[in-house]
């Protein structure tokens, strides 16, 4: 199901993009109500796997804690890229791991901890590095607080280069891909159960395709 505001947004980009040059995709992610979805990753899986993208996914990213929050929501970086975590407040936090999707923390999942101390006024943020060696569903890393449990954030890491966050419309654009048959997946972390890939073709002409998720994903507070 497609809203109004998608069809028109997805109108709008084939008449901008009729002489594009070949393998450019959309793909508009839709909440179960038909409302665009923000953040959600969009992984691209080419047949062609020699193919590259002209901009790689980051071997490294950043991760701030600042006003009880992790920044950015979602982070989206290569399979095996370190990430650094910062604590930007004045308070300890910890950093908690698990698989995203469990719908809770155990201490049995493989993740990784760590402790934070808070940021003293003139002395630097203090920081800490951990490295994602595994993609798909279990680099799906979900992020927590023992101290704030209401701080949740998100660490994806894609094992196909092709992969891009959706915008505030909840569009991802990939440009030069590979000509051919390519598989589309869509992670959220409030979609617990995956929805099904979709197939599509990547030629001369601009591809399009909608994903739709189950559920409606809450509001990240300002």
Not at 2 to 27: D, M, P, Y
């Amino acid at each position: 199901m497609k809203n109004n505001l998608t069809a028109t947004v997805l109108a709008s980009l084939a008449v901008l993009c009729t002489t594009a040059q070949a393998g450019n995709l959309v793909v508009s992610v839709l909440d179960k109500d038909g409302k665009p979805v923000p953040d959600a990753v969009v992984v691209v899986i080419p047949t062609n796997k020699a193919a590259q993208p002209k901009a790689p996914l980051p071997m490294q990213a950043t991760v701030n804690q600042e006003k009880m929050q992790f920044m950015p929501a979602v982070t989206l970086v290569n399979t095996g890229a370190r990430v650094t975590f910062v604590n930007n407040d004045p308070w300890d936090h910890h950093v908690r791991s698990s698989p995203a999707g469990m719908g809770q923390f155990n201490a049995t999942n493989s993740g990784f901890e760590l402790r934070l101390e808070g940021k003293s006024e003139g002395k630097p943020a203090k920081s800490m590095d951990i490295t994602l060696n595994k993609a798909g569903v279990i680099g799906a890393t979900l992020l927590g607080c023992h101290f704030h449990g209401s701080m949740r954030g998100y660490v994806y890491a894609s094992d196909s280069p092709w992969a891009t966050k959706t915008s505030a419309e909840g569009l991802a654009i990939f440009e030069d891909l590979p000509d051919g048959a390519a598989q589309v997946k869509v992670w959220q972390p409030e979609q617990l159960i995956d929805i099904a890939p979709a197939q599509v073709t990547v030629g001369a002409t601009l591809a399009k395709q909608v994903m739709q998720l189950t559920v409606t994903p809450r509001r990240r507070r300002n």
